[in-house]
């Protein structure tokens, strides 16, 4: 779900800045977000599975 939010920031970002502004430059912080999301959400994700400790199952 995080990546596809991401994905539409992104998309958010470049439609506003080059349709509705019509101004190429403030785009490329989108464009830029939109390439980097995916490194850094691969790192968060390797962080969370090696340091977070998983909860244990409940014994009944």
Same mark, same amino acid.
């Given at each position: 779900?995080?990546?596809?939010?991401?994905? !539409?920031?992104?998309?958010?970002? %470049?439609?506003? *800045?080059?349709?509705?502004? +019509?101004? +190429? *430059?403030? $785009?490329? =912080? $989108?464009?830029?977000?939109?390439? %980097?999301? /995916?490194? /850094?959400?691969?790192?968060?994700? %390797?962080?969370?599975? !090696?340091?977070?400790?998983? =909860? $244990? =199952?409940?014994?009944?």
């Amino acid at each position: 779900m995080a990546v596809e939010l991401g994905n !539409k920031n992104g998309s958010i970002g %470049l439609l506003v *800045t080059l349709n509705l502004l +019509e101004f +190429e *430059t403030m $785009s490329m =912080p $989108s464009a830029v977000y939109g390439v %980097l999301m /995916f490194f /850094f959400g691969f790192l968060l994700t %390797l962080y969370g599975r !090696k340091y977070i400790p998983q =909860p $244990s =199952p409940a014994t009944a």
